[in-house]
Nanobody
Framework: QVQLAESGGGFVQTGGSLRLACAAS????????MAWFRQVPGKEREFVAA???????YYADSVKGRFTMSRDNVKKTVDLQMNTLNSEDTGVYYC??????????????????WGQGTQVTVSP
């Protein structure tokens, strides 16, 4: 059974930085796409970034240039470095894993496994 566990969320002021980490259990190989999503109450889960089968990394336009996703297939971890945070970045951040095709990786339905989420709060 694949398990994902996020850590690193917290409270930060506008303009600040946070680094999120996701640890994956055995069963996740380099062929999996690993992704970060976020969600606020009343809205659908939103794509943030994805490492497609350990090849290229894709970002949502809203975070491009501010967030950096990194992946370590030996340690089975993915990190999300978030800089220049603003209040619109507030939400619960989820780590996800799946084997969807490239055209689907921005949709939550492409992922079979999810972490429990970690809260990020950015004060205005």
């Amino acid at each position: 059974q694949v398990q994902l566990a996020e850590s690193g969320g917290g409270f930060v002021q506008t303009g600040g930085s946070l680094r999120l980490a996701c640890a994956a259990s055995e069963g996740i190989s380099r062929d999996y796409t690993m992704a970060w999503f976020r969600q606020v109450p009343g809205k659908e889960r939103e794509f943030v970034a994805a490492s497609f089968r350990s090849t290229h990394t894709y970002y949502a336009d809203s975070v491009k240039g501010r967030f950096t996703m990194s992946r370590d297939n030996v340690k089975k971890t993915v990190d999300l470095q978030m800089n220049t945070l603003n209040s619109e970045d507030t939400g619960v951040y989820y780590c996800a894993a799946g084997r969807g095709i490239l055209s689907s990786i921005r949709g939550a339905n492409a992922y079979n496994y999810w972490g429990q989420g970690t809260q990020v709060t950015v004060s205005p």
